[in-house]
């Protein structure tokens, strides 16, 4: 059992940069791959980025048009995602997922956090 917790969320105006960073309770988010989504208001559940095991097999979701990075520091027990560029349209709750393999299906994940919120708004 894995018990993921996001942080960084908050309200940003458009334009602007915000990280979020995804970590387990028990210290051991270094042992599995890890997903990024986002469900925005009246939306689906999207794939954002992933990330594999010791940060290779990196995928990132075309429609964020390259406005994403995301990174991990094994050391730390951390995964973060950094964006950029806020729109509107990023508003959202974002999730991290811990699983076996870096993928874009939210299905191929084993463990999911609560989310943290993200507004963009002026």
């Known amino acids: 059992q894995v018990h993921l917790v996001e942080s960084g969320g908050g309200q940003v105006q458009p334009g602007h940069s915000l990280t979020l960073s995804c970590a387990a309770a028990?210290?051991?988010?270094?042992?599995?791959?890890v997903g990024w989504f986002r469900q925005g208001p009246g939306q689906e559940r999207e794939f954002v980025a992933s990330?594999?095991?010791?940060?290779?097999?990196?995928y990132y979701s075309t429609a964020l048009g390259g406005r994403v990075a995301i990174s991990r520091d094994n050391a730390k027990n951390t995964v973060s995602l950094q964006m950029e560029r806020l729109r509107p349209g990023d508003t959202a709750v974002y999730f991290c997922a811990a699983g076996e393999q870096s993928a874009y299906n939210e299905k191929q994940y084993d463990f999911w956090g609560q989310g943290t919120q993200v507004t963009v708004s002026s």
């Open positions: 028990e210290n051991t988010l270094s042992n599995y791959a």
């Open positions: 990330i594999g095991r010791t940060g290779g097999s990196t």
